[in-house]
Each structure stands twice: as C-alpha cells, then as structure tokens.
C-alpha cells in the first residue's frame, strides 16, 4: 500500500497487456480500417528531382477501368499551411508545377479498388524541364543555413586554447543518410462527413496531425478525427504530417467517399523522411595527463529544399565533458533530396559518432585508457548551465560496464587479441541524450464496479506505453494491474504529448500521475463532510491507497473501498483531470539531464575477407526511475540493434546524377538481421530524476546512441585501423 504523493512507482517487468491483442491479431493498426464504399488512392511521382512539370497527360488514366478521380496541380483546390511547429509539416502537396526532389507527387489516382487505383497511376504521363540538381554538400550552389536551431555554444576561448594546448587532435567525420523504415507500410484511411474528417493514420502525434488536417482544410479543429490505436514502427517516420496523408483526405473529399492510402515501400523511402547525412570536425586540446582544454565541434549536415528540420548534431559536445573551451556550431545544406526528418536519436546519434570516436583516438595519442581520459575529464555539473543535474549516474554506467564486460582484460594495443583467423577489438563510447518534454494532458476516472480509466490522446509505436501506463495508474490509484485500463490513440480523448524524443513517458507519466491525486482527491472530497465516513476531513497527505482502497496512513482500517464512497453517494464514477508541463531549471536550480549510458563493444574482424562481427554489448543505461524493466530492456535492445544498423548497414544511396534513391528496397537497403545481433547485455543504475514527479528520463533514445562510435573504436583496437566513416563496410576493412 502506497501513499498517493510517494507511490513505489517501481516498474516490475509484466508481460505487454496488449501483447495477447497483438499475437492473436486483433491488434489493429491503421492498414486493418475501413468504411462502407471504400475507394482508393494510388500515387504517381516525378522522376526528377529538380525542375518543373512540362507536360501531365492524365487521360489514359482518367479512362482506366474504376477510376473515380485523378488530381493534379491543375485541378487540386489551394491548401492551407499547418502550423509552424517545431515537427513542422512539409508544404501541402500538388499546388505547383515545381519538383524539389525525385519522387515527388505529381499526382493521385482514386478507384475503386488498390489494384485498379495502380493500374491506373501508371498510365499518367509526365514530362520535365529538368535542372540539375543540388546533391551534394560542397556543391557551391547549394543554400548553407548557419546556426538554424539557434543552439549553436561558446564558452571561454576554443581557439585560442587550442593554440597553446599542449596535445591537439583534429579529425572530419562523416555519416550516411539512413531511412527509419519500420515494418508496417504508412496507411491513411480519410473519410469526410460535411466538414467532419475522421482519419486513421501511421502518426506519432494525433494531436499534431489533427491541428496541421484543420488548418489545411480551412475546418474547425473540433471536428478533425484522429484514430491510431496502433502503429506498426515509427522510429522518428510518423512525427510529421506527410503529404501523402493530406492526399487521401484531399482524394476522400474529391470523390466523396472514404479513401485509403498505402505507401509501397520504395514510397516509404521518399515519403516519409530520414536521417540527415552529416560531415563534422572535431577538434580537442588536451594537456599530457589528459585534462581537456579546448573543444571544438562543427557539423554540416543535409537538408531538403523547403521547411526546416531541427536536428543541431554538435549541440551535445557542450556539455559532454568538463572542458572549459568549447565551441560548438551547425549547419545545414539545402539539397534536391527527400524531406530530412527525425530518426532514432536525432542529431545525438551522428553527434556522438564523432565526438566518441575523437575522443578514443585522443586517447592513444596520449597512451591513456579510453575510459580513463572519460573519467577524467567528468562532468560533474552542467558545463554549459553551471546547475547540478537533475540525475546522473554516468560515472556509475562506466564503472559497472567495464566490469560486466571485462574491461580490464584489454590489452591496449591495437592487433593484440586474436582468435584463429579473427582479430578481436574492444571499443567504448560514453554516450547522452538531450532533455525533452512537452506539456500533456490525462484524465482517470474510477466506476462503480472497482475498475479505472484512464486516458490521453497519445500513441505507443512499441515502446509499451499502454502496459508502463497501465502499471503506473494502478499503482497511484491502490488497484490490482488487471482491474485499469489505459486508453489511447484518439484525439477525443485529453491532448496527448508526442511519441518522440524520449519525452513521451515524463509528460505522460507526470500527467497520469496529476490525473490520479486528483482523482483520490474527488473521493476525499466526497466524503469531507460525511460524518460516517472514517476518512472524513482527511486530506490527501495523511491517506495511502491500495487494495482498491482509501485508509488513513499508518491505519489501514480506518478507511473505505472506492466503490463503497460512489455507493453510499449514489455516484456511478468519479473523474479528475491532469496536467503536466516542463519546469523550469533555473526556478528548481537544477539541470535536466536525459539519459546516460556507457557501451562497451567487442568485435572481431576477419582481415583477409573484410568481415566485421558484433560479438557483444554490455550496456548499462541511467535513464532514472525505470516503470518497467523489461519493457525498458527491450528498448535498449532494439535501439542497439538500429545502432548496429547504422554502424555497419544502412546507407541510403542517392544516385549522383539523378537524384534517385538508388536503393529504395528491403532487398538493397541493408539492415541488421538475427545473424547479425549479437549477445547484449543490459543494466540500469542510477537513481529517480528530479525533475519530474514520477523520476523517469525515457529510454527510446539512449539504445542507438553511441553504437557507432563503439564498433569503429573496437574495429581499430583489432586492426588497427581508424574508420571515419558510417557505416563501416567491406570495402573500408580490406
């Protein structure tokens, strides 16, 4: 039994209580929806990627057999804008001739069945005034945006302490385009009732979706419908408003009839963003004993023609380590490419790829252990703030990883470990991921038969929010796990904060948390004035709850069952509402710290055939205050395993000449298969965050962080051989 204000909040590691849904195949993701008279869309995209639309010839297509529209720039109606958020939308589509990147939509083909909608879209014919394109980062033409987040950080003087340092390292890094595709292909399913839009969709903001649907459509909020009771993946893919989506709403009210949209899968890789490529250089000074006293990080990174995409890469290094020079910048290049969006730990994952690797190469030029220039050059306080954090146990992640892993047993010379044919490298990376949290909303309500709802306009892509959410609400409100259910996905409900970012389970949770000390409060105030009631006059710090019951602390028999309050009041339910919303640092004194980590790798290479293998990876995580272990586990494995991915795999090739995504197939875009992942191994430290009530940090992000620079810096403790350059590839280790 626990009291309302200081609830356990520990997470035991209960199996998904939506896993039986998604076994058995009830689970319903958005692909499984429909409507009476279903019709649907197809897509046609340009075969350029920069220029103007000569000619469209859509009559073939218009006389197709079951074709219901076919809406170009000529015919489609002026859209509105979304809102200028920091997950801005792309412009709306088909309101111009102009092509900014290959595989634009130039069109939308409507029928009555997908095969038919297909069919027809490849009998529309366009022709280009084409321009070469911008593709690539130096190209002098391209449009350079400095500091366009505005996070660009100076603190004393980088250049001059570089000067007179008495150890300096530089060194350019550079990171491939990646494409987030999760397995399940992005569905729209719009349907127009008047000025009523119900729409089923792959987003990781119902919320954000709703607003940007309204305000192009030029109608009320309130009447906008968002449903995304389950996501199929995301990783980043579903933040935005994609154009694909405003299109089946646009297709749905042209035809007046619902419309459904699937993306093909080289659609998902034009269509719905990725992983900016990056080019940085770092540079460090160090004294000889290894004290830092100059860093500087400057990041180059890709973007599309149009919109914005907030993705700082260097910001990190401020405050990384205790350094007192540090000078961080970034900037983007506009490009012809596809809309650059979040992935997996964004901007932290090629950020720390570089400023890890430099640090490890800095280490044998000093000839001192990797770790120990880490610990050395701790930050024990916020750099950049000069606040305490509001948690951090990343010396602890050092100290227990390194002796999980057997650190201790690395020889430090590169080539010294070997085992037959295979050379064996250990590698490490210290890694972070930014604070972030938006505001949030939830309610609870309690009904007569002892069971509880709670509910917030949120999405779980995965993670597991709707079993962490469930446990949690059970918790604060004394009630057995089975006997709450946690309900999302539907803009109906109180506004939800976005699924991204590792922000989803403080603004949720510290919501949820609101929601039920009100709700506890709504029965104490119900029974105020009840003189036979024995928790009369109690106020909400002197009662705990447990056992579907309301006692007075310390005086469990003193007290009264939920459903006996609402009986003895004539009451079905009860409900309240919570609230939750970011602090401030400087009003609590403290420095929000998102999670920490530490990775140790163990790889070994064949040197004669190229082969690099992840043989294992310990990762011990502080992400604070863990709901649920095994839900948690699962995250840092899966994070690991899309940093593996990045590490060695994924390259989103553009060809050179055309702008085409070169391979936009699961069959030529390479990813981590079960060969591939290796023993892991997964601890958590540290202790509840401060800056939230519930003490949670997220740890959606953290898994991805810091694997490339552990692969690269173990790939040259094998050989030998510093890589620069993700993903590491056959051809860079022969």
Same mark, same amino acid.
């Not at 939509?105 to 014919?125: K, L, P």
């Not at 935005?240 to 009839?257: C, M, S």
């Not at 390194?402 to 690395?410: D, K, P, V």
């Given at each position: 039994m626990t009291t309302v204000e200081q609830a356990r909040l520990v997470g035991e590691g209960v199996d998904r209580v939506d896993g039986p849904l998604k076994v058995t195949g009830a689970a319903r993701y958005p692909n499984d929806f429909g409507f009476p008279e279903l019709a649907h869309a197809a897509l046609v995209r340009s075969t350029v990627a920069a220029g103007r639309i000569s000619r469209l010839d859509t009559r073939a297509a218009q006389d197709s057999p079951g074709v219901l529209a076919v809406i170009t720039h000529r015919n489609a109606p002026t859209l509105g804008r979304a809102p200028d958020t920091f997950l801005s939308a792309?412009?709306?589509?088909?309101?111009?001739?102009?092509?900014?990147?290959?595989?634009?939509?130039?069109?939308?083909?409507?029928?009555?069945?997908? =095969?038919?909608?297909?069919?027809?879209?490849?009998?529309?014919?366009?022709?280009?005034?084409? !321009?070469?394109?911008?593709l690539d980062l130096h190209d002098p033409r391209a449009e350079v945006l400095t500091d366009p987040f505005e996070t660009d950080s100076s603190r004393g003087d980088a250049e001059a302490a570089l000067a007179s340092a008495e150890v300096t390292?530089? #060194?350019?890094?550079?990171? %491939? #385009?990646?494409?987030?595709?999760?397995?399940?292909?992005?569905?729209?399913?719009? *349907?127009?009732?008047?000025? *009523?839009?119900?729409?089923?969709?792959?987003?990781?903001?119902?919320?954000?979706?709703?607003?940007?649907?309204?305000?192009? +459509?030029?109608?009320?909020?309130?009447?906008?419908?968002v449903l995304v009771p389950f996501v199929g993946g995301?990783?980043?893919?579903?933040?935005?408003?994609?154009?694909?989506?405003?299109?089946?709403?646009?297709?749905?009210?042209?035809?007046?009839?619902?419309?459904?949209?699937?993306?093909?899968?080289?659609?998902?890789?034009?269509?719905?963003?990725?992983?900016? %490529?990056? =080019?940085?250089?770092?540079?460090?000074?160090?004294?000889?004993?290894?004290?830092?006293?100059?860093?500087?990080?400057?990041?180059?990174?890709?973007l599309q023609m149009e919109g914005d995409n907030f993705e700082p890469c260097a910001s990190g290094t401020a405050y990384a380590y205790a350094c007192p020079n540090v000078a961080t910048r970034d900037r983007q290049v506009r490009l012809n490419v596809t809309w650059c969006n979040s992935m997996r730990a964004p901007g932290e994952a090629q950020g720390n790829f570089a400023l890890e690797s430099a640090m490890d190469e800095l280490s044998y030029e000093l000839g001192i252990d990797p770790l120990e220039l880490r610990l050395r050059n701790y930050a024990?306080?916020?750099?950049?703030?000069?606040?305490?954090?509001?948690?951090?146990?990343?010396?602890?992640?050092?100290?227990?990883?390194?002796?999980? +892993?057997?650190?201790?047993?690395?020889?430090?010379?590169?080539?010294?470990?070997?085992?037959?044919?295979?050379?064996?490298?250990?590698?490490?990376?210290?890694?972070?991921?930014?604070?972030?949290?938006?505001?949030?909303? *939830?309610?609870?309500?309690?009904?007569?038969?002892?069971?509880?709802?709670?509910?917030?306009?949120?999405?779980?892509?995965? !993670?597991?929010?709707?079993t962490v959410m469930t446990q949690l609400s059970a918790e604060l409100l004394g009630l057995d796990l089975p006997r709450v259910t946690f309900e999302l996905g539907d803009t109906e409900l109180p506004p939800g904060v976005v699924a991204g970012g590792s922000g989803l389970t403080a603004g949720l949770g510290s919501a949820i948390h609101a929601a039920c000390r009100n709700l506890v409060q709504a029965f104490l105030d119900t029974v105020r004035d009840d003189p036979t009631s024995p928790l009369a006059g109690c106020a909400a710090g002197e009662v705990s709850v447990g056992r579907g019951r309301i006692h007075r602390t310390g005086s469990p028999e003193y007290g009264e069952s939920y459903t006996d309050i609402l009986a003895a009041h004539g009451l079905p339910e009860l409900s309240a509402?919570?609230?939750?919303?970011?602090?401030?640092?400087?009003?609590?004194?403290? %420095?929000?710290?998102?999670?920490?980590?530490?990775?140790?790798?163990?790889?070994?290479?064949?040197?004669?055939?190229g082969l690099l293998r992840v043989a294992r990876v310990v990762s011990v995580i502080d992400a604070g205050r863990i709901l649920n272990e095994k839900t948690a586990t699962s995250q840092i494995i899966g994070g690991t395993v899309g940093g593996i991915g990045m590490a060695m795999f994924e390259d989103t090739i553009t060809d050179p000449g055309s702008g085409r995504i070169a391979n936009a197939t699961f069959g030529d875009y390479l990813i981590p298969v079960n060969a591939d992942v290796p023993d892991m191994q997964v601890v958590f430290v540290g202790r509840p965050d401060r800056f939230n009530p519930i003490g949670v940090k997220g740890v959606g992000e953290i898994g991805l962080v810091g694997m490339g620079a552990a692969i690269a810096n173990a790939v040259h403790h094998a050989t030998g051989r510093r890589i620069r350059s993700l993903p590491i590839t056959i051809d860079r280790l022969l």
């Open positions: 792309p412009p709306p589509p088909l309101q111009d001739d102009r092509i900014l990147h290959y595989g634009q939509y130039v069109a939308v083909v409507v029928a009555g069945t997908a =095969e038919e909608a297909t069919a027809a879209a490849r009998r529309v014919e366009a022709e280009y005034e084409s !321009t070469e394109p911008v390292f530089e #060194a350019t890094y550079t990171t %491939a #385009a990646n494409t987030n595709n999760p397995l399940g292909l992005f569905t729209t399913v719009a *349907a127009w009732d008047g000025d *009523a839009l119900t729409v089923h969709d792959s987003t990781q903001w119902p919320g954000g979706l709703r607003a940007a649907l309204a305000r192009v +459509f030029g109608v009320p909020e309130s009447g906008v419908r995301g990783f980043g893919a579903g933040l935005r408003v994609w154009p694909h989506v405003i299109l089946a709403a646009l297709a749905a009210r042209t035809v007046d009839r619902p419309v459904k949209l699937v993306l093909t899968r080289p659609e998902m890789f034009t269509g719905i963003g990725h992983r900016t %490529a990056t =080019e940085q250089r770092v540079r460090i000074g160090a004294t000889r004993d290894g004290r830092l006293v100059a860093l500087g990080h400057e990041s180059t990174s890709t024990e306080i916020h750099p950049q703030l000069g606040l305490p954090w509001s948690s951090k146990a990343l010396r602890e992640c050092y100290e227990v990883g390194a002796e999980r +892993f057997g650190w201790s047993r690395r020889p430090p010379e590169p080539g010294s470990m070997r085992e037959g044919d295979w050379l064996i490298g250990y590698g490490l990376a210290g890694v972070s991921f930014f604070w972030f949290q938006k505001p949030c909303q *939830a309610t609870a309500t309690l009904r007569a038969d002892g069971t509880a709802l709670v509910r917030s306009a949120v999405t779980d892509i995965g !993670t597991g929010t709707y509402r919570g609230a939750s919303a970011p602090n401030d640092p400087q009003e609590l004194g403290l %420095a929000p710290a998102g999670a920490f980590g530490a990775r140790f790798v163990e790889v070994r290479v064949d040197p004669e055939l």
